[in-house]
């Protein structure tokens, strides 16, 4: 039997509305016969209508027995027409009159009938905009509630943000046990506030803190408060935390709460958004008036904590500021191990392996990794994942959708070969660079007719100058390539121009890297944006005309010098060039160890895989896509 409910639609009202109308309408004209006045007359004149009723836009008349009873009408209709002749000659023929008034039903009705459509219309828009809850609930909260059986996830689930555990154990110890923060005269934070780049974890780490405590978990999006009526946001603000007092201790979480609480004012004098603000102002209200003594936890998490209202951020309202930050090599395995525990690896994938080729990712990246690794292995009719599946959806995940069927013509299939095979004799040459890992001049992604894949041997965090010129180096070696071979230069060198320029900007103007310009920044404060893309900002400059032309001249004396610099390895190294291009032509993708023997240098010596290495926060992997 099907339980399952029916939804309503506003077509099966509006079809039995017809269907209604339509009987009502056959009925009433079944035993009418609608005639022209005159003729009308002609038949009172022959004496053939017993009585009459005349309203204001039409006249009845009833014919007489003897019509009836020979299969005539019952009714006869006429539209009135003024006419004095009409009075008289009922009159004079004897036949009885009366007027025709509309009743008071029929006359309610019709305010009645358009009114009540109006109203179920919009019950039903209310109804698809908020299906699982009434009409008159629009300002209760939406929040998804968790009971004190726990939301399933413990700190075991969460993994590479140990510093950010450690951070909400208190929490955890203060909604078990309040009454020993309590005898000592403590406090504990009203709100905590989660803040990383996306992926991390900070949902997932939320709801770890209240499966750790036990309690009631309130779990909200901070798009979900504002609605198109206005005042709803607040209403909504207001019941949550009136269900919170009731459920204390609990934990309420607001996810995204950059979508509630923007700076106030952020909008100028035309912009803003004025439900928006009275929802944030009822959360610090909110916030502001309950005891902390009762045991109501706010939780937010955000990305960009940069545009936050400085009134969340004041110590009484959102006290602990914790950053969930991409994990480093340590933190990927453990983040490996948790999801690969329900898939069926080979023998040969190693994780601490995976870890050390992934630095920049994210729990959320490392997950689909993994899911992709299996679902190629699926595709490929595999019993288990191999590491030939995992290499190819770092690929996917890095560089894009591999496009064997693109078509390239032979000329530009060898440029593109010439570019890569350039930049990676640089990478190999140069002292700093990171070690090439893998090169393709297969087409991926969008615009990528090839690339060069490198991979750091550890995370960093600091980078010398000598670092940021080789990496300049390695990003100018495929246009340098194609200026040798080919005596001409190509529209492939597009994105590895504007990296370069990028990269020596920032030299200049952050990093006080200029011997004309000194320790000096030129570019501003720069504010914690985790949604950014490593662009500068265009903020008003403070420098002068003059400086700006040294910065321009210092930037373009970087690029410059190290493009001869580039040149003269390529020269040297030119038939090391041919051969390592002809190969691509031939293979389309070449190994570290295959690139190394061609260049004519050793293997290079790793660190076995077992070894654990404790390293600073990771660099996003070099990628050169032209």
């Not at 960009?304 to 090599?329: C, N």
């Not at 288990?384 to 995940?397: G, K, N, P, S």
């Not at 004519?600 to 076995?608: D, H, K």
Request: aromatic share 6%; glycine share 8%.
């Amino acid at each position: 039997m099907d339980n399952r409910k029916t939804r309503f639609s506003m077509g099966y009202f509006f079809l039995a509305l017809l269907l209604l109308i339509g009987f009502q309408y056959f009925f009433a004209q079944s035993g009418r016969e609608e005639i022209p006045y005159s003729e009308l007359k002609t038949r009172i004149a022959a004496g053939q209508v017993d009585s009459v009723r005349v309203g204001e836009q039409v006249i009845e008349a009833v014919p007489t027995d003897t019509i009836r009873e020979t299969t005539g009408p019952r009714l006869w209709t006429a539209n009135r027409v003024e006419d004095e002749t009409l009075i008289p000659l009922l009159e004079e023929r004897g036949i009885p009159y009366a007027g025709m008034r509309v009743g008071w039903f029929a006359q309610a009705m019709v305010w009645l009938i358009p009114l009540g459509l109006i109203l179920l219309f919009w019950v039903w828009m209310l109804r698809r905009m908020n299906p699982t809850q009434g009409v008159l609930t629009v300002g209760k909260s939406r929040a998804r509630i968790v009971g004190q059986e726990g939301t399933g996830v413990t700190f075991e689930d969460v993994a590479g943000v140990d510093e950010a555990k450690q951070e909400t154990v208190e929490i955890v110890e203060f909604l078990r046990t309040p009454e020993k923060f309590a005898k000592l005269g403590a406090k504990i934070p009203k709100g905590v506030l989660l803040v990383g780049p996306p992926g991390t974890g900070k949902t997932l780490l939320a709801r770890a803190v209240a499966g750790e405590a036990g309690v009631t978990f309130f779990q909200m999006s901070g798009a979900e408060f504002v609605e198109m009526f206005v005042g709803v946001g607040a209403a909504r603000v207001r019941d949550l935390f009136a269900q919170a007092k009731v459920q204390a201790p609990c934990i309420i979480f607001i996810d995204e709460l950059d979508a509630l609480g923007k700076a106030r004012g952020s909008g100028g004098p035309m912009g803003g958004h004025d439900e928006r603000e009275q929802t944030l102002n009822q959360l610090l209200v909110e916030m502001d008036g309950f005891d902390p003594h009762l045991g109501v936890i706010i939780m937010a998490a955000t990305n960009r904590p940069e545009i936050l209202d400085p009134a969340l951020l004041r110590p009484g309202r959102f006290d602990r500021q914790i950053l969930v930050d991409r994990p480093d090599v340590n933190g990927r395995h453990d983040i490996l191990k948790i999801h690969a525990g329900g898939i069926q690896l080979a023998s040969d994938v190693r994780l601490e392996l995976i870890a050390r080729r992934t630095p920049g990712f994210v729990g959320a990246d490392l997950a689909n990794l993994l899911n992709e690794a299996a679902l190629l292995t699926a595709r490929r009719d595999k019993p288990a994942v191999t590491m030939t599946e995992v290499d190819d959806a770092v690929d996917r995940i890095v560089a894009g959708l591999e496009k064997k069927n693109r078509l390239i013509n032979d000329k530009e299939r060898t440029i593109v070969a010439y570019h890569e095979a350039g930049h990676a004799i640089v990478a190999e040459r140069v002292p700093t660079a990171d070690p090439v890992h893998k090169i393709s001049i297969i087409p991926r992604g969008v615009a990528a007719l090839g690339y060069t894949q490198q991979l750091p041997t550890e995370d960093r965090y600091l980078l010398t100058k000598q670092e940021l010129m080789d990496r300049i180096a390695v990003l100018l070696g495929g246009r340098v390539a194609e200026e040798i071979v080919f005596d001409e230069i190509s529209t492939g060198a597009g994105n590895d121009l504007e990296r370069v320029t990028d990269l020596a900007r920032r030299m200049v103007m952050e990093y006080g890297m200029s011997r004309e310009l000194g320790p000096i920044n030129y570019a501003g404060s720069r504010k914690m944006q985790f949604l950014q893309n490593g662009e500068m900002s265009s903020e008003t400059r403070s420098y002068s005309e003059e400086t700006a032309r040294s910065i321009d001249r210092e930037v373009s004396g970087i690029i410059s010098g190290t493009y001869e610099r580039v040149r003269e390895i390529l020269q040297a190294d030119r038939p090391v060039l041919e051969v390592l291009s002809q190969r691509l032509l031939d293979i389309e993708v070449v190994d570290e160890a295959e690139l190394r023997q061609i260049m004519g240098l050793p293997p290079r010596r790793r660190s076995p895989p077992e070894q654990r290495i404790v390293e600073t926060p990771p660099v996003t992997p070099e990628l050169s896509a032209d």
